[in-house]
């Protein structure tokens, strides 16, 4: 199968080449020529197998370049013990037609596991491929969880490094602690003075400086970036749509064939993007509900077909939506209104902030997609009434998508199934999720938030303010190339 640039249908590359290039040459992300179709009795056999066995056969579909061996062998290093719960993404039933399939049982405790796990052996594979010599460098600038997701898929792969940068004022404690100690000969991690946005800046900066990277070059290095807007990274997520499906009929809470409808907190459309393409393969999907904290351009975008970025930045409970340019929201785009369109839209987006869609072309997204926003103040009385209710304890990010869930139904009287998709284990957002549920704020948040759920601290996380500290380096904005610099030497 071949994939060609959002903004450029002409020129075709193959899977290895989509992945070993991440963004194409023209700004555009990668997309699937054609979209595989899955029948429903391939999905019925899906139900008998486990999740590997899912990941294998939906993977195998879009990467034809890969061996069944080859791959076989890279799900199960992705999806075996390095996960606390052997079903790897299951699904926790708060009542028939109500569960939250939990997406954090991997090493960092967010969802970003199910990619970032998978990634590191794609990304090498297709290197391979594409005759590449030089050692990758991946470069992340991280508001918390890509960071430490990307650090542990990447830690001591071979012909790799990985470097990332932090905003000193912009993660939370644990997440912190996470990055600082992290293991491995092949990484770095330094905090920048400011914000996310000051890191992101800074990480661009240095991607699109042509002197460096030709003098990394003649180090045999070059960068590369393991941000969701890489194949690699969207592709390992598209099965857990299929697995969720899969387990909801084993439940008996659903007929083969039925709708289901996912609620999904989003940021930068990655997640909930995956879905839609699970939809397009076949998966009955009846509608895919974005859900959105204070940071509500995609809400407004499904209500208007208008996507502005100019609007004042909150910063949240549920950090990893703080995001006003949701990248992935382009893939989408280009299946609706094709490459030209695309590029004219981008262009926009990138001179002005702002864009509009056709108004058939908003048609046909809203029969897919709607949205909903959620307030901080709003996803804190979720997690305390979620907890009181169904003795079930979610964190900030999946309390977003279950109060917007919960308002779609009552607005639409849409009851069918749901799956509101969980992103983040509550312990990673312990002192909001303490918070939220009243509880004493002074006391280490991991210990009072066992005492108030009745839950255990998830293995990753225990005692990690004792492991040994790493990295303490600290930079300005300015002074990131040379930490870079300094790295690869
Ligand atoms: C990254 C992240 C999100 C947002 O996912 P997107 O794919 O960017 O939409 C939501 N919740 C958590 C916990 C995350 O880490």
Known sequence: MKYYSTRNAEKKYTAAQAIAKGLADDGGLFVPETIPLISMDEIKSFCGMDYRGRALAIMLKYLDEFSKEELEGYVNSAYGDNYDDDRIAPLHFTNDATAYLELWHGPTCAFKDMALQMLPHLLTASLKKTGEEKKVCILV????????AALEGFKDVQGTRIFVFYPKDGVSDIQRLQM???EGGNVGVCSVTGNFDDAQTGVKKIFSDLQFAKELEGRGFFLSSANSINWGRLLPQVVYYFSAYCDYVNSRKLELGEELVFCVPTGNFGNILAGWYAKQMGLPIGKFV????ENNV???????????????????????MDILVSSNLERMLHAYCGDATVAELMGKLNSEGIYEVPSDTLGKISRDFTGGVCSDE?????IKAVLNKSSYLIDTHTAVASKVLSDYREETGDNRPAVVVSTASPYKFAGDVVSALGGNEKADALTELNRLSGTKTPKPLLGLGKRQVRFSENVESGDMKQAVDKFLR
Do not use: M, W
Request: charged share 15%; proline share 5%.
């Open 141 to 148: 600038a991280t508001s918390g969880d890509t960071g430490k």
């Open 180 to 182: 600082v100690t992290q």
């Open 290 to 293: 974005c859900a959105s904290n």
């Open 298 to 320: 995609l809400t407004d975008f499904f209500a208007t077909g208008v996507y502005n970025k100019n609007r004042p930045f909150h910063t949240t409970i549920s950090p990893s």
């Open 378 to 382: 709003q996803t804190k009385i979720e």
